[in-house]
């Protein structure tokens, strides 16, 4: 039973345009997203989060929009670089009732040159 | 200067042995995870402990266990290894008190034989 669900295993883009990935939640509880983004052989690093009273949060080449009716989100990288070549796992936590972040499965993004 | 550190970073044992992975943050965090990546690239939580205390015990086999001598080590203890155990294991500590992100440490990658 997966609370939380990223649809599209995999993802290629040309270097330079807009990578779009998304995420679906299931549990109305959860109140805080979170991206993460991995390279092999390396823990998750996180990379943006959205709390669920907004729904937008921007960091550079990063922006995160949430919402909240259709219990989505998704993350805009624009431009896509190369380096942004790795798996991107979506999570999220409810702030109530302790910290538990549930990740979905990842997305594989390629950023072709 | 990692924030969290775990090893070792690759671990080759037999079946039924006994093993423990260890995780360190230097980030003053108060609550630390331990993750299991799983063949299927799922990041799952195993334990959750804030200030020593545990708060989230996922269904893992008793097999699996947790000790926290103080607030920055939580290390993992498996007894009588089996081959459904092999996987990356993650650590990870975040501030807690929802609304917080979690960093990850580079993982462990057990292998069971």
């Known amino acids: 039973d997966q609370q939380v669900k990223q649809n599209s295993p995999s993802l290629s883009v040309q270097e330079g345009r807009i990578s779009i990935l998304n995420c679906d939640y299931t549990n109305s509880m959860f109140d805080y997203f979170l991206w993460y983004k991995k390279y092999p052989a390396e823990g998750p690093t996180f990379l943006i989060s959205i709390s669920s009273i907004k729904d937008k949060n921007e960091d550079g080449r990063f922006t995160v929009f949430l919402n909240k009716s259709a219990k989505h989100l998704s993350l805009h990288i624009v431009p896509s670089q190369p380096g942004d070549s790795a798996v991107y796992f979506c999570?999220?936590?409810?702030?109530?009732?302790?910290?538990?972040?549930?990740f979905g499965p990842g997305t594989r993004l390629s950023v072709l040159p | 200067d990692t924030a969290v550190s775990q090893t070792p970073k690759y671990l080759v044992t037999q079946m039924g042995n006994d093993k423990s992975i260890k995780c360190e943050q230097n980030?003053?965090?108060?609550?630390m995870y331990w993750y299991k990546q799983d063949s299927k690239k799922f990041l799952k939580i195993m334990f959750s402990?804030?200030?020593?205390?545990?708060?989230i015990n996922e269904t893992v086999p008793n097999r699996f266990s947790p000790k926290s001598p103080d607030k920055a080590h939580l290390n993992l203890h498996i007894n009588s290894l089996e081959l459904g155990d092999s996987a990356v294991y993650f650590c990870?500590?975040?501030?807690?008190?929802?609304?917080?992100?979690?960093?990850f440490g580079q993982g462990t990658r057990l292998t069971v034989v």
């Open positions: 980030l003053g965090h108060d609550t």
């Open positions: 990870a500590s975040s501030r807690g008190g929802g609304f917080s992100e979690a960093f």
């Open positions: 999570a999220a936590s409810a702030s109530m009732g302790g910290q538990n972040f549930v």
């Open positions: 402990y804030n200030n020593k205390e545990l708060i």
